[in-house]
């Protein structure tokens, strides 16, 4: 056998039903989104171009900056397109191997 993709899809509760909150929701989620790319690309800006900032200590700061930003980009993305389209789907997928 091969590889076996199964999709599972959630659905995800909303936070509320207020129509107001919810653009206050996605435009506060919205800011800090934007904060926190911009905070961790100086970080990652400063410790490329310093040379007293070549140490372990940074180069560890560089590498999580860079997770951060890959894990905000993922998820609170998603969370504003839910929220901006009221599409509560979220698709899931899982490949599985089988080595027969």
Known sequence: MGNHTK???????????????KIMLFIF???????SIIGNLIIITLTL???????????????????EISYTTTCITKLLII???RDK?????????YLW
């Open 49 to 67: 171009v310093d040379t007293h900032l070549k140490t372990p200590m940074y180069f560890f700061h560089l590498n999580f900056s860079f997770l």
């Open 89 to 97: 789907h979220c698709l899931f997928c899982m490949v599985s191997h």
């Open 7 to 21: 999709e599972t899809v959630f659905i995800l509760a909303s936070l509320t039903d207020d129509p107001q909150l």
């Open 29 to 35: 989620l919205l800011f800090t989104y934007l904060l």
């Open 83 to 85: 929220m901006a389209t």
